[in-house]
């Protein structure tokens, strides 16, 4: 299963938590614990796409392969197409280095869904949730989802509105989504030719970009619940996790 090419894209400085791919978590860098899981995934050779010397050192401590991409590059998935232009692989995953527990698993079922159904641009994954802590988080996006599986829309916001009326709206879940999207190499080529989207601006979500062009998002809902990192709260959410896993 060895066709993808992982790609971690690497900021060394975020708005809500500076340099937190650098914050330890139990004696280890957010993002050594994300290149982890992604060699683990085994699908294929994983790189990470730094945008500073100082990731590029941190790399060279944990072994993992890295290539420093060009300061003028903004986006992430940007970085991540300078680095798959240099691999010859047919998929690229773009695995965000702020997902320090994503489980291997659920990277490889994706990525054999994708691959089955055959007729989608982009591929990600949502955890289904009722807590309303998440639900009314705006680092935590939301994501609607029609019955084949395709992306309706992702939001900060909670999405799709749970009407009072009637009352058996109360028993649909939200779906939050997970950091990472599988592309075909001619869907990362076309969307990083689109220009940058109205609601794209509007959410700060990139994905947005692709539905506004039409592009079909597949989303596989999976049971995951683990923390990503976002926020200072949530390196201790990230602690409390691994004492309860160990």
């Known amino acids: 299963m060895k066709r993808c090419l992982i790609v971690i894209p ?13 914050r330890k978590i139990n004696s280890r860098p957010v993002l050594e614990w994300t290149w982890r899981a992604a ?17 590029m050192s941190l790399c060279e401590n944990m072994g993992a392969k890295a290539v420093l991409t060009g300061a003028h590059i903004k986006s992430g998935t940007d970085r991540v197409y300078e680095v798959a232009k240099k691999y010859p692989h047919d998929f690229i995953l773009n695995l965000q280095g702020d997902e320090p527990f994503i489980k291997p698993r659920i990277l490889r079922d994706t990525f054999r869904k994708f691959l089955l159904l055959g007729d989608f641009d982009i591929a990600t994954a949502a955890l289904a949730t009722t807590q309303k802590k998440v ?16 992306a309706v829309y992702f939001s900060r916001h ?13 028993k649909f879940p939200y779906y939050k989504h997970i950091g990472f999207y599988f592309y075909t190499r001619n869907s990362l080529s076309k969307f990083v030719r689109l220009r940058q989207s109205h609601l794209e601006k509007l959410e700060r979500l990139e994905q947005l970009r692709a539905i ?16 990503s990192i976002d926020s200072s709260k949530d390196l201790t959410k990230a602690r409390k996790y691994l004492k309860k896993r160990k």
């Open 39 to 55: 060699v683990k995934a085994n699908l294929g050779p994983v790189v990470i796409a730094a945008d500073s010397k100082k990731i």
């Open 10 to 22: 690497a900021r060394l400085n975020s708005r809500r938590l500076p340099q937190k791919l650098l």
């Open 135 to 150: 639900i009314n988080d705006p680092n935590c996006v939301k994501v609607a989802i029609s019955r084949s599986g395709r």
């Open 212 to 227: 506004e062009n039409g592009m079909n998002i597949f989303v596989n809902v999976v049971k995951y619940d683990a923390p």
């Open 158 to 170: 909670p999405v799709p509105y749970h009407h009072e009326l009637p009352v058996k709206t109360s």
